[in-house]
C-alpha cells in the first residue's frame, strides 16, 4: 500500500526563530500590527509504501528522527493518508 504523509516541523517553543521574529517585527511596518508571535517551520510531503499504516507510521517517524528533524532544535508531527 502507498501512504502520504504530512510533516509539519517547527523550531521548540524555547528556542529563538530568528525568521520568525524578522516576520513578526514586518508586519508591523506594512500595516499588520495586531500579528504577532510568528514562528517559521518547514512541510514537508512524502509517500512511503508499506504494508499498512502502523508500518508506515514507523517509517515515517524514523525518517524524521534519522534525516528530517534536527530533534534538539526541532520538533515535529504528521499524519498520514492512503495515497490514490
Do not use: W
Amino acid at each position: 500500500m502507498k501512504f502520504k504523509a504530512e510533516i509539519d516541523v517547527m523550531p521548540h517553543d524555547a528556542l529563538l526563530d530568528p525568521q520568525g521574529k524578522a516576520v513578526t517585527n514586518s508586519m508591523k511596518t506594512i500595516g499588520l500590527s495586531s500579528i504577532e508571535g510568528v514562528r517559521i517551520g518547514k512541510h514537508i510531503s512524502l509517500f512511503v509504501e508499506a504494508s499498512n499504516e502502523q508500518e508506515a507510521h514507523a517509517l515515517v517517524d524514523e525518517a524524521c528522527k534519522k534525516m528530517l528533524v534536527n530533534q534538539i532544535m526541532e520538533a515535529y508531527h504528521f499524519s498520514l493518508s492512503v495515497a490514490n
